[in-house]
Every structure is written in C-alpha cells, then in structure tokens.
C-alpha cells in the first residue's frame, strides 16, 4: 500500500514542479525565441525580398531571430492557412499580401476566413503598378486607349502574371471604370508577360514599378503610359497617374504583417512598434524605394482599415469580371 502511495505523491510533485516551469516559461516576456515568419510565396519574389529585407531590423529589435519560411501554393492560400492553425502566441506570424485579399473572394471554399481567422498588426509597404503599352502601339496616352478600346472591342489583349493576380484585377478594374471591352491573356509569372508584351504579342500590361520594369521603360522596350497609384511615382515623376484621366481609379499591392486570431494585445502591440521602427529606419526607406515601393507604417487598426477596404474594392472586380481560380 505504500508504494502506490508514494508513486502518487511523486507524480503530483511531478505535476506540480512541471506547472510552475510553464507558468515560469509563460511569465517570460515576448519574445523569448525564435519568431517563424510565413511568406505565402516562393523565395526571391516581391513579399520575399521585402521580408527579408526588415527581417534583420526587426530581429535586432526583439532580441530574437525572426526565420523567414517561404510556403508557396495555392496562390497563397497554404501559407495563409498554416498561420490560421497556429497558435497565437505570436511566434508565427504571416506576411499578408494583396493576393491574400483578392483570394477571399476568388475561392468559394477556403479553409480560413482571412477577417475572421487573422488578426492584422502593422502594415509593411505599398508597391504601385504601371499602365505600359508595347512601342508599336498606336496609342500613346490613357485616353487614346480608351478611344481605341471603344472603337475596336476585344482586339486590345492585356497581359497579367496569371488568372486573379494584382495584375489582372488592376486591368479589370480599368475595365470597369471606363466601360472599355479588352481580352485577358494570363500567362505564368509576370517575366512571361512582360516578355510577350515587349514582343508584341499582347498590348497593355499593368506592370509592378520595379526596377526591371523601369529598365525597360528608360530602354524604350514598353512605354509607360500612366501610374496607378493616386500620387505620381518618384521613379517615373514624368509619367500621370490613371487617376488623371479615370477620375477614381487607384490599384496598388500591399504587403503587411498579421498573427492568428486571439493573439494577446500586448504581443500584436509589441510586434506592431518594432515593424513601425524598422520601417522608420532610413536605409529600409531607401531600399525599399529602390524597389518601387513605399514604406506603410501605422497601427493594427490602420492595417485591418487596409484589409478590409482593399477586399471588398477587389472583391467588386472579381465579381464584376467574373473572375474564377484555376
């Protein structure tokens, strides 16, 4: 009879000794080890590069490492999903990108719910697009298009990095703003577009304004026609904006920071005041604008404000266009 007794009080004492270390592990301020960040995209792409890129800063600022996992697929929905099952400790924390938004409503059936499932932290960085055209084109302003679009329906093929892309929902809400009939040419990747479009194949391509892109505007390999953001670019100040002449219009990618749903207030506010000094840092600024892009600090209000106005915007033009996923 004894020894059962005392195998009882020993575990208890087990049970006990293990409750206090974990009460002791929980008590420890955040972080205390390694973040994993998700990136619902393969390495070397544009959400890659911007991670990667405050990654260190941030890293340095928590006192922790924060490990980049690239997991691509389903146009990054896997990702997404895998950050939504997590547990929300803030240890996995997602990059939220413009695709993710477009996605919720391109997929009827998706096992997260973007709103519900992820709790927003801090926005990231703003990437605007540009309207460009192949050289041979006859058209050389926004307006000429519209002219031409109206006067030959469906002959204008536009070219986009693949069906339900930033790229191809910006086209399609050019579509819908101006009442112009054009055809939709998806192709795999944006390389493969901007290559059939400087090869004549197809005519417009609403382009991210990186530095390939200004490459080959200065070369004179397409012609830029306008900018898509509500301000002019710094890397093309010369160039409209579509707005100029579609009163309204505004199309960008935005990138961000989110962490599973009941996250404590207090990881989201710790995660959303290191992000902000990063992006404050100057040399993020100026790489980032090497990019073609903008830094887009703020609070995790400001971002979920973000999320929610640019879902439903582009939700409109996947309805609007009819717009399925492969």
């Given at each position: ?170 086209g399609e809400l050019f579509k819908m703003m101006t009442g112009v009939d054009m055809t939709h040419v998806p192709y795999r990747g944006a ?24 490459e080959h505007i200065r070369a004179g390999r397409v012609r830029a026609l306008a900018v898509t953001t509500a301000k002019r670019s710094e ?22 920071v989110g962490v599973p749903k009941n996250t404590p207030p207090e990881v989201i506010a710790r995660l959303n005041r290191e992000i902000n ?50």
């Amino acid at each position: 009879m004894k020894r059962p007794r005392r195998q009882f009080l020993e575990l208890a004492g087990a049970a006990v000794a293990l409750s206090l270390v974990s009460r002791t592990a929980s008590a420890q301020p955040y972080p205390n080890r390694a973040v994993r960040w998700i990136v619902p995209s393969a390495a070397g792409g544009s959400p890659d590069i911007v991670a990667r890129l405050i990654a260190e800063r941030i890293s340095d600022r928590l006192g922790q490492p924060l490990v980049i996992e690239n997991r691509p697929g389903a146009s990054g929905n896997l990702g997404a999903a895998a950050v939504a099952r997590a547990a929300p400790d803030g240890y996995t924390i997602l990059f939220v990108t413009s695709t993710n938004m477009i996605n919720v409503t391109l997929y009827e059936k998706l096992e997260f719910n973007l709103i519900r499932d992820i709790a927003p932290v801090a926005g990231t960085n703003r990437v605007p697009f540009v309207m460009e055209v192949n050289p041979s084109f006859p058209a050389k302003t926004v307006p000429e298009i519209i002219e031409f679009a109206r006067a030959n329906p469906g002959k204008i093929n536009f070219a986009s990095a693949g069906n339900g892309t930033v790229q191809h929902v910006c086209g399609e809400l050019f579509k819908m703003m101006t009442g112009v009939d054009m055809t939709h040419v998806p192709y795999r990747g944006a390389a493969a577009a901007l290559t059939s479009l400087m090869g004549g194949e197809v005519q417009i391509m609403f382009d991210a304004l990186t530095p390939g892109s200004i490459e080959h505007i200065r070369a004179g390999r397409v012609r830029a026609l306008a900018v898509t953001t509500a301000k002019r670019s710094e890397a093309l100040p010369e160039t409209p904006t579509v707005a100029d002449f579609v009163p309204g219009y505004e199309a960008s990618a935005s990138g961000g920071v989110g962490v599973p749903k009941n996250t404590p207030p207090e990881v989201i506010a710790r995660l959303n005041r290191e992000i902000n000094a990063a992006l404050a840092d100057p040399r993020i600024k100026a790489r980032l604008a090497d990019l073609g892009g903008t830094v887009l600090p703020g609070s995790p209000a400001d971002f979920a404000k973000l999320i929610a106005d640019e879902t439903a915007k582009w939700g409109k033009v996947v309805r609007f266009a009819g717009i399925k996923a492969d």
